[in-house]
């Protein structure tokens, strides 16, 4: 691999698609609850949000070569010009540029599922980036940031994604519930990262909930989101439309177990198991994906009706 595509590949952050992705399959889920989903704009919404976590990624990348790593990535007049100008930084402002042009095209494709509402809930997503990466003082930059990832992975991504599959339908609980579902597990994973990160950070001066609070009061947060998906897996509402409930209580037990195991190591050095932590956070956030994905597939009467339609 050259060092151009080593640049871009670096930067696009692949493992952050899971992320993504899992928020659309929340979102198609509640759909399935809600009467069913259509195969068409159910693979371009998943597309759509793919490509919009690589452009944003990329850009993230770009601003960083760009103003430096740490809080001077709000100020213009901070900017080091000699970087502004060096290869790489044209790379990935070029990249994420064609990124974005796919991701509108993608978005574009949506209008006839959702209108107007559609254009409005986009609109809305792009500020949210604007002031996440960039803005008069980022909100990546602060410990703040992890309220923009439940937001944008929780509510605004699930929320948006069921909308596109039924506009219509006046039951609302099944979104509420995995927004929140997707969200906190989405929030974790960012944590793990921070974590993972927080040598790097301090050194760059950047404020995040593991640098300005420390690992001890981090760790609380992420056990108390995994408590509460847990609780939400084995009580196991009408919106939690398992197969089976032992579905539920297995996922949400192997999701506590080992979330009880992250907040046990936390305490120590960085150095020493931020990688186990962030592996065993992921692959909690891939079952619980997994999961959806399998009570998506579960509606496969939907699938075949739907596929009919539109051949």
Not at 21 to 42: D, E, N, Q, W, Y
Not at 138 to 156: A, C, H, Q, Y
Not at 204 to 221: A, D, I, W
Not at 275 to 285: A, C, D, E, P
Request: some cysteine; hydrophobic content about 50%.
């Amino acid at each position: 691999m050259n060092s151009t595509t080593k640049t871009i590949v670096y930067n696009a952050h692949p493992a952050s698609l899971i992320i993504s992705a899992g928020a659309v399959m929340g979102g198609l889920t509640a759909s399935v609850i809600r009467g069913g989903i259509t195969l068409f704009p159910a693979f371009m919404t998943l597309l759509f949000a793919l490509l919009l976590q690589t452009s944003a990624n990329l850009y993230h990348g770009y601003l960083d070569l760009c103003f430096g790593a740490g809080e001077n990535i709000g100020g213009m007049r901070d900017r080091d010009s000699r970087s502004s100008n060096s290869s790489k930084v044209m790379l990935l402002r070029i990249v994420a540029n064609g990124f974005a042009i796919l991701t509108i095209t993608a978005g574009l494709s949506l209008y006839p599922f959702i209108g107007w509402l559609g254009v409005g809930y986009f609109a809305l997503l792009l500020l949210m980036l604007y002031f996440y990466f960039a803005g008069p003082r980022p909100m990546v930059r602060t410990k703040w940031s992890l309220v923009f990832t439940f937001l944008l992975f929780g509510p605004i991504a699930v929320s948006g994604t069921a909308l596109i599959q039924n506009m219509h339908s006046d039951n609302w609980l099944p979104i509420a519930v995995y927004s929140f579902i997707i969200g906190l597990l989405a929030v974790n994973a960012h944590i793990a990262v921070q974590y993972l990160r927080y040598e790097e950070d301090l050194m760059n001066c950047k404020e995040t909930l593991v640098t300005s609070k420390g690992g001890h009061f981090t760790r609380f947060v992420y056990l108390g989101n995994a408590v509460l998906v847990t609780a939400i897996l084995i009580i196991r509402p009408s919106a939690v439309d398992f197969v089976t409930p032992w579905i539920g209580i297995i996922i949400g037990i192997c999701l506590l177990a080992s979330s009880i195991w992250v907040f046990s190591m936390m305490h120590r050095n960085p150095t020493a198991v931020s990688r186990m932590i962030r592996t065993v956070t992921m692959w909690q956030y891939i079952v619980v994906t997994l999961t959806l994905m399998g009570i998506v597939l579960y509606s496969v009467d939907h699938f075949k009706l739907n596929v009919i339609q539109l051949i």
